[in-house]
């Protein structure tokens, strides 16, 4: 009976610690659509038998805002996922290990449809120099876009994207391939631009408060143990597979971006975290 009774508060113990950590809903978190970033979280959690468990916020939050609400330690948010930067490393704790191995940073022009065949004929970055792009005001592409001479519009409110597309104010806009096919289920009248790539080292990782160390090193050790045992590709390819081939990635003409905003602390030299060109052609 005391032996039952000593497993029964260790139990509730247990249950009482178990925290729950948010996680920003993607915007088409109301369409019912899954989200790659949340699942590799769980995985990791899980991996690292954790006793945080997560789940997603109510309603979108813009990534400002989501990271307004980490930094400032709401309650609401405790682990964003998005695009490294020197400043968002500064602000929060990163945990570097990119999330989806550097796809964030293979981009192809989201255009609308009755401008689809316009750049067949761009040859390179020089060309590129020419379009009317726009991007989110908080997004790190910026540095990047300005660093390889373009000028791109930035823009408060994610959606306004689309509608500046649809009205001809800009010629295009940067989505990652892992991005822009959902983007296109949601905006009809837009599609991918189908003859170039272009392509700068960039990463993609989980950040939390830089006052829950234990919840950065939990992620971190269950992301390694992901990398390991092979859950991690295998849940990468599990959502973006059909995707990279529906990309017609050997098709495409390469453009290189320089990427001066890279934070030196970035771990390049780590050969199982990126994916090259041939392994994306493979899928």
């Known amino acids: 009976m005391r032996q039952w009774l000593m497993l029964l508060i260790l139990f509730t113990l247990s249950a009482a ?7 920003p809903a993607p915007p088409a978190f109301e369409d019912g659509q899954s989200d790659y970033a949340f699942a590799l979280l769980q995985l990791a959690l899980s991996k690292a ?5 997560a789940e997603l ?8 805002r989501a990271i307004a609400e980490l930094t400032g330690n709401t309650g609401h948010i405790h682990v964003v996922g998005t695009m490294t930067s020197a400043e968002r490393e500064e602000q929060m704790l990163p945990v570097r290990i990119p ?12 255009v609308t449809d009755d401008r689809r065949e ?36 930035r823009v408060t409110s994610y959606g306004r994207l689309f509608a500046m597309l649809k009205a001809h104010r800009i010629d295009a806009v940067p989505r990652s391939i892992n991005e822009i096919w959902s983007e ?17 080292p960039a990463a993609d990782y989980f950040f939390v408060s830089r006052s829950n160390p234990e919840l950065a090193e939990d992620i971190r050790r269950g992301l390694e143990a992901a990398l390991a045992d092979g859950s991690f590709d295998r849940l990468l390819f599990g959502y973006y597979g059909k995707l990279l081939a529906r990309a017609g990635l050997g098709q495409r003409r390469v453009i290189e971006l320089a990427n001066p905003t890279l934070p030196p602390l970035t771990p390049l030299a780590r050969r199982e975290l990126w994916l090259t060109l041939d392994d994306l052609r493979k899928r």
């Open 49 to 53: 038998g954790s006793r945080h468990k």
């Open 17 to 23: 610690h178990a925290d729950t950590i948010y996680y």
């Open 99 to 110: 999330i989806s191995k550097g796809l964030i940073g293979w981009r192809i022009l989201l």
């Open 184 to 200: 296109i289920e949601r905006n009809p009248g837009l599609c991918a631009e189908p003859y170039l790539l272009l392509h700068y």
């Open 118 to 153: 316009t750049l067949r004929d761009m040859p390179d970055l020089a060309g590129l120099r020419s379009l009317r792009m726009a991007i989110g005001e908080d997004w790190p592409d910026f540095g990047v876009l300005r660093a390889n001479g373009m000028s791109p519009d």
């Open 57 to 64: 916020s109510s309603q979108y939050r813009q990534q400002n």
